[in-house]
């Protein structure tokens, strides 16, 4: 389990490809389509590749950033120790993902919401908690959950990618 930093790094950040892929249409198809908190022109000609590529590389930017904060990652393995075990695989790796995706869905959603609303959307700062507050609580469980769901099936084929490209071999279970 143990991997070297570039390990983890490569690992963040092609795994965080994926999940920032996910998270933008997942945001971006809320936004036009059921919250309608897209401006009216956005509204009417739907989907946004400019705002979908400028989200994206902020979004897969900041998710690699966080997936190599250690504090993060180090709790999650210890969360999951308290539900599980290595040996258990496929559940191990289903507790390690719910503690650090409720960090990554918490982080991402206020980055988010922060940047469409106020630097890309220009609202006045006057409305930032109660845009931060509703733009939060609205998207926050639609990404946990498909994030979670992302991260669980790739972060195994990930890994191992990033273990391959840095030379640098999984422990055997149970050493």
Known sequence: MPMKWSTRFVKAAVLNLLTACVLCTVCEFLAIHIWKTAPVEVQQAGWSWPMFCIN????????????MIP??????VKFAMKHSNPSEGFKFGAWI?????????V???????????FVLGGAPLA????????????????????????TL??????ENLARKVCHDPAAPMGA
């Open 56 to 67: 994206f590389v902020v979004a897969w930017i900041s998710a690699t950033i966080i997936g």
């Open 127 to 150: 409305a930032f908690l109660p845009i931060l507050v509703i733009g939060w609580a609205q998207n926050i469980i639609p990404v946990w959950i498909f994030c979670y769901v992302t």
């Open 97 to 105: 993902n719910v503690y650090i995706n409720t960090w990554y869905a």
């Open 107 to 117: 982080i991402l959603n206020i980055i988010m919401t922060v940047l469409d609303s």
């Open 71 to 76: 504090p993060i990652v180090d709790k999650g």
């Open 153 to 158: 099936f790739a972060q195994g084929p990930c």
